[in-house]
């Protein structure tokens, strides 16, 4: 009777050491699948896609309503402006400015149609040979400068290159006095005007 209660006891704490070591086997098991679950999660890659929904644009609001016909507002007083009387302006007189217009120059006139005088031998009588320049044998050209007139006529004549001898040079002037020429002209009126003509005086042998 004695052992009795004793061999209970120890039936009883056999029991609850099973019990206690049944929950920490399945409690061991549990953690170490549960890390290796997690861990194999977490391992494989993974894509996010974060989609999200548009949001709709806020209704229009609505027209505020028109306004009520209200009265004009009165207008402003019209307060009188004072009157300021101001000294009369002095204008001093400056010097004149006077605008030269341009003036347009006259035309150009017109050139004059101007015709020599026509000289030839065959208007003169032929000079002759002085006497004493043939004895002498004096032979030379005089060169003659003159004036013919409106009617043709030597009317001045000087000798502007010499023969070398002054009888020579005198019998051409006098021949000179014999010719009639055809006179010079501008826009058709007769007009005086120089020539020149020479003589050669030569003996024949």
């Not at 149609?113 to 032929?126: F, N």
Request: positive net charge.
């Amino acid at each position: 009777m004695y052992f009795q209660p004793q061999k209970n006891a120890s039936r009883r704490m056999t029991s609850i050491g099973l019990v206690v070591l049944l929950h920490i086997g399945i409690g061991y098991a549990l953690l170490t699948g549960l890390h290796r679950a997690v861990v194999d999660v977490i391992r494989d890659p993974f894509d996010v896609n974060i989609i999200e929904d548009a949001k709709k644009p806020p209704p229009d609001k609505p027209p505020p309503p028109p306004p009520k016909n209200l009265p004009p507002p009165p207008p402003p007083p019209q307060v009188p402006m004072p009157e300021v009387a101001l000294p009369a302006a002095t204008v001093s007189s400056g010097p004149t400015i006077t605008v030269a217009t341009k003036q347009e120059a006259p035309p150009p006139p017109v050139a004059s149609v101007r015709v020599p005088p026509v000289v030839s031998a065959s208007s003169c009588t032929k000079p002759e040979y002085p006497a004493a320049s043939k004895r002498l044998e004096e032979e030379g050209t005089v060169v003659l400068n003159f004036l013919i007139d409106v009617d043709g006529r030597v009317v001045q004549g000087k000798v502007e290159g010499t023969s070398g001898f002054e009888r020579l040079d005198k019998a051409a002037l006098d021949a000179l006095g014999r010719c009639q020429f055809k006179p010079g002209s501008v826009d058709g009126r007769p007009e005086q005007a120089w020539a020149k003509m020479k003589y050669t005086f030569k003996l024949q042998n």
